[in-house]
DNA sequence: TTGATCATTCATTAAAAATGAATTGTTTTA
DNA sequence: TAAAACAATTCATTTTTAATGAATGATCAA
């Protein structure tokens, strides 16, 4: 079944002629006969009852009336395709690390969602590691992550670098100063998030340099989690500043003055994907002028 | 756009691999390639991206999503053009006189409804002359009504004649008697359908045989309104059976002696309509086993 | 019955889709 | 890092399908 076919046939439903359908679709009259004699034969039905004039068969009205749906269909489908390419609809696949979905994310993509309604936006949240290779599979159009071990099929745009500092509770021995040294840390129970990142890579390496070697005791794998565990006393940890700039009660924020690691946050996606479309061009825009 | 193009864009989608699709949908594989290649200038859109491996891009998941409902709608026409092939749907036009309409049909249809309960009846009441008309234009499948005037055109299948009786009331002379004569019609207020039909015809060419000329006081296009204008005493009438089995109250029946006509009532449809459908065959066979 | 109006038929042409062989590009593995 | 393996693409060719135009057939109205 062609939808050219159908859209002929309509056109003879409403006209109530072959010869004007034909006319209206610039089409020799014979065109419009074997359009509908290919069609029928495909339904296996008489459509139209021919004479001087002619009538839509009980079939051919059933036909008329169902397959307006198809061609509304169709409308649907390419209006769809014609919005997308303008950025109006289609569906945008975002996966960010936490503190970025948390803290950041929600006052970016408002304005982006108010502005163009139609775009459903869907959000991941986990680790860099585990967002590279969502891009890399092509299951995320974009992913707002800490710098990733960068290959061919991707790039990675920085947007800002993420200070970090300690987190304490009050009672804490170390609540008492107004700024913390890595040496600090030595004997201290550290709970870290519980995946392997840039952060933490770079955290463990400085550690190990100030010669302190701190007590692991928890890994979780969220930082909100891991907030509520420094809060009830389990130990102290390091978080990017944008999570505690309204510390937990019960907990204090320490910069730690010869702790030189800036977590950098970008943009990552796959390269050459030009046809990412416009929806993703302008929420990456977006995101762009917020640092 | 073609349908098939779409089947094989999803059967892609689907599999995640050009070649898969090709396989199953028995193609060669360069084939499965151009038509993606011509769906995607159609559109203005990549709707893949290829590699080893292919995705689907932005767009290419919006025109999944929204090409199922085509594909959904078109099985869905083809299911009811074949549903309508077994009588199983579709819409019966039909049209009556008023006693068929009102004191026949309903017991007819309430059987075929409940077996065909997707097939659509419509039933337009008229005369006999307008059913025609409306058969020879189309808009009827089936008229249930009185012997037409005839025509190359149509086709009328006789079921039972119709016997008519003179309709009273109480208090009117005429109830005193067992039957009743056409020269009993002597100067009798005589009410009348509104139309002219051959039941009328015939019954005005008896009394003038039997050399009565009653006086015509009024005409209404409902035999049930011309009960009712019997019933407050406005005259007689001379009505089919069937619509007074049930008298109404304050009024008569009478039989008419020496009255002889019968009116024929049948069922009237296009010639060469081999095409109407299984369900208005079906109808038609249900409607002659009745009579 | 004739002429006018449409739809249909059919041979021909034109266009579009499918094919198969060769090629390019990517990923895997050796 | 080369090469084997795999998958998509290109392109010339074939096949299929659709469109055309002229002739024919059917119906209606005068």
Chains 1, 2 share one sequence.
Not at 93 to 105: C, D, K, N, S, V
């Amino acid at each position: 079944m062609d939808l050219r076919t159908i859209k002929t046939f309509q056109t003879i439903a409403r006209l109530g002629s072959f010869q004007k359908a034909a006319e209206e679709l610039k089409y020799v009259q014979s065109t419009v006969t074997m359009q509908i004699q290919k069609l029928e034969s495909d339904l296996g039905v008489k459509l139209f009852e021919r004479g001087k004039k002619i009538y839509l068969t009980e079939a051919g009205r059933l036909f008329h009336e169902k397959a307006d749906l198809l061609l509304r269909d169709l409308d649907y489908v390419q209006n769809t395709m014609k919005q997308w390419l303008h950025g109006e609809t289609g569906k945008v696949r975002i996966g960010a690390i936490e503190p970025m979905a948390i803290f950041r994310l929600p006052s970016i993509l408002l304005p982006f969602n108010h502005k163009y309604p139609k775009v459903q936006l869907s959000i991941q949240i986990d680790n860099t590691q585990n967002l590279t290779k969502m891009i890399k599979e092509g299951e995320l159009d974009l992913a707002i992550c800490n710098t990733p071990n960068l290959d061919h099929t991707t790039l990675f745009e920085p947007l800002f670098i993420e200070e970090v500092s300690l987190l304490v509770p009050k009672e804490h021995p170390l609540s008492e100063k107004e700024q913390v040294e890595l040496s600090d840390f030595k004997g201290e129970r550290l709970l870290l998030s519980g995946f392997v990142c840039n952060y933490r890579i770079s955290l463990e390496k400085s550690l190990v340099e100030a010669g302190v070697s701190p007590d692991i005791q928890l890994e979780v794998n969220s930082m909100s989690a891991l907030k509520e565990y420094v809060q009830v006393g389990f130990g102290i940890a390091v978080v990017p500043d944008v999570m505690v700039k309204n510390p937990p009660p019960g907990t204090e924020i320490k910069k730690i003055s010869d702790l030189k690691i800036g977590v950098t946050t970008g943009i990552l996606r796959k390269i050459n994907t030009v046809t990412n479309g416009t929806a993703v061009e302008n929420l990456i825009r977006l995101i762009k002028t917020h640092f």
